[in-house]
């Protein structure tokens, strides 16, 4: 039964289950080097691959174990603020991040706008993700939002994707939308100011 599901997935949808087994061949590279694998087994360089990290302080919010920020640093960020809800995520973060030292690990699970503007106010990001599972819908009352001048959100409906796009435009960013395909989440990229360099 188990070999007959799989080869219906693969005759349905093969270039998903390339990209799935690709990811998960990476995933496997990345810890024998001693790095973060990605969290589910996602393909960063997929998710990302249209700005540049290089240089940037990154403020991660849903950073689960660590993984994201690690990608980040991969790609050259100069530091990484973590910043992590989920109590047994946090700790494996705790602990990841004690092996690369431009990690900022913190556990506080963002339930209000406050607290998205005191960490930018903090640590100046310059560029701020967000993956926080439908409550990036608090980006929509964040006051200092201007302060930030490039954002990477995750929008887990059709509805706070047209309400974050319009917000971002009002408020002097342009935006570029990319569809993850493998779970069919949608991406914004707001930004302002922003040159498109090197990777």
Known sequence: MF????????????????????????????????????????????????????????????????????????????????????????????????????????????????????LISHYHPDLVKVDIEGYEKLLLNVYNIANVNEWLIEAHTEQLYDSIVKFFLAHGFSTRSFLYLSNKLKIIHAYRYFSFGEK
């Open 3 to 118: 070999i007959v599901r799989k080869f219906r997935t693969l005759r349905s949808n093969p270039v998903g289950v390339y990209h799935k087994v690709k990811a998960k061949f990476k995933a496997k590279l990345v810890k024998m080097a001693g790095g973060i694998a990605p969290i589910y087994g996602e393909d960063y360089d997929r998710h990302w691959n249209f700005t540049t990290f290089k240089n940037k302080v990154i403020l991660d919010l849903g950073a689960d174990y660590g993984s994201t920020a690690y990608y980040f640093l991969r790609k050259g960020a100069s530091k990484v603020v973590a910043v992590e809800g989920d109590t047994v995520l946090a700790s494996k973060l705790k602990a990841n991040s004690k092996k690369f030292d431009k990690i900022v690990p913190i556990e506080t699970f963002i339930d209000s706008s406050e607290k998205i503007e005191k």
